[in-house]
């Protein structure tokens, strides 16, 4: 659906003719950085706590460009302008590089791998997160998709989950957590340069990303549908890409920063960007893509609960059912109910676990507002009987719930027309 008139942004300024005389001015070359005192540094100044935090951290980032490297050209051709395709061409350039670059001081200064870059990439393997795998797969499927739909909502949900979600909020957050303490340390002078050269190109790369995002939902108003699509089903993996093995904590406090920080950095990336490309997070249709009502370090705090409880991230046992938790559940549900529910009277949803405390769920008609409770209503127009674990499967997207229906895991029953609406209050 074609948008005649559309408020001006101030991405507008930026011409695709000025990103790309940018990256003209700022090439640098990864074979010529100087790694002899990064070698000495990483061996005589960095404990092995630091140096195995940090090679975890640098492996995804090296897997992470040479996936991004690998998956560019679909949006190439999916461009509707020429100098549209003529920066990607640059940036797939510059993805390039930057696997070079991590390549390059993964083999000579860590020692990892062998004499090319498939040896390294083998090598560090081990190192990738169950949430890093997942929405690197989602790059795959979404390069597929793209090969065979090149429609502006289509691209745009791809500039999305590639521009705003990997390089935004994942890439830019790591890359200030990376360069922060090694300007605070005076350390490892190659590598952060290095560092400091993809962080610019980066910044070149988001800021296409949103003037492209809000060129494409000027000229098709659908794209922010398909944005808030691409987003909300991407986020219950996407949050555990950063979780360090075993949980601990030290992988990134051992260099100042606490896992929230960087999660909330993060939020804030995305969040800016979406609104500069004009879709504020809050306007995106549909269900919320994060939950309402909290500011980023919130947001930040709940999720890395989320993901310690099992409610998020990979099924590691049994989920944490104590009370504290499970409210942070229920009004993480609550939150999240879309504004286009299709409720037309206060309705109340009720879950009745069979190893766990009963809890329910009241949303107002016509509005997003939803209250949740522990304990057990007699008027509900919805009951749902299950296994607190099936409920947190479903909710952390690792089981359907039309397969949990089917199998007698979930069992609905009480009001159809309400029962109906639960998929479009969460996205389902």
């Known amino acids: ?17 000025d990103l790309y005389a940018r990256w003209e001015r700022g090439n640098w070359r990864a074979t010529e950085l100087d790694f002899s005192a990064d070698r000495e540094h990483w061996h005589e100044r960095f404990s092995d706590l630091e140096r195995r935090a940090a090679l975890w951290n640098y492996a995804l980032f090296f897997w992470g460009e040479d996936s991004v490297a690998d998956n560019l050209s679909p949006y190439i051709d999916a461009a509707p302008r020429e100098e549209q395709k003529y920066f990607l061409a640059t940036q797939q350039v510059d993805e390039a590089r930057h696997a070079v670059f991590f390549g390059r001081f993964l083999r000579e200064v860590v ?4 004499g090319d870059t498939a040896s390294t990439l083998a090598a560090i393997e081990p190192q990738l997160t169950w949430g890093f795998k997942k929405l690197f797969n989602r790059l795959d499927e979404m390069a597929d998709e793209l090969r065979a739909d090149r429609s502006k909502p289509k691209l745009a949900a791809a500039v999305a989950l590639y521009h705003l979600l990997i390089e935004a909020a994942v890439a830019q957050s790591g890359q200030h957590f990376i360069a922060s303490y090694l300007e605070q340390r005076q350390v490892m002078p190659g590598f952060r340069e290095g560092i400091e050269n993809v962080a610019s190109d980066e910044q070149r790369h988001i800021g296409f990303g949103v003037k492209l995002l809000a060129d494409l939902q000027a000229e098709d108003s659908d794209c922010a549908a398909a944005v808030a699509e691409e987003l909300r089903s991407t986020a219950r993996f996407s949050v555990a890409l950063f979780v360090p093995p075993g949980w601990d904590r030290r ?21 800016s960007k979406l609104r500069a490309a004009g879709m504020p997070l809050e306007e995106l249709p549909g269900p919320p893509v994060m939950p309402r009502g909290l500011d980023a370090d919130e947001r930040a705090r709940n999720v890395i609960a989320l993901l310690q409880a099992g409610y998020l991230g990979e099924k590691n046992g049994p989920a944490a059912s104590d009370p504290g938790s499970q409210q942070l559940l229920f009004e993480t549900m609550a939150r999240t109910v879309s504004p286009e529910h299709g409720l037309d009277r206060p309705t109340t949803f009720q879950w009745e676990f069979k190893d766990a405390r009963p809890w329910h769920l009241h949303v107002d008609n016509g509005s997003a507002h ?6 057990r209503v007699e008027d509900a127009a919805v009951r749902l009987s299950c296994r607190f674990d099936d409920w947190v499967d479903v909710f952390a997207g690792r089981l359907d719930p039309k397969r949990a229906m089917a199998t007698g895991r979930l069992r609905p029953r009480g009001n159809v027309r309400a029962l109906l609406r639960m998929g479009r209050m969460f996205g389902g």
């Open 1 to 17: 659906m074609a948008v005649t008139e559309a408020p001006r942004l101030a991405v507008d300024n930026v011409s695709y003719e």
């Open 111 to 114: 020692g990892v791998g062998g």
């Open 251 to 271: 992988y990134t406090e051992a260099f100042g920063y606490t896992l929230e920080e960087i999660y909330a950095d993060g939020n804030r990336s995305i969040e």
């Open 370 to 375: 939803a209250h949740a409770h522990e304990g």
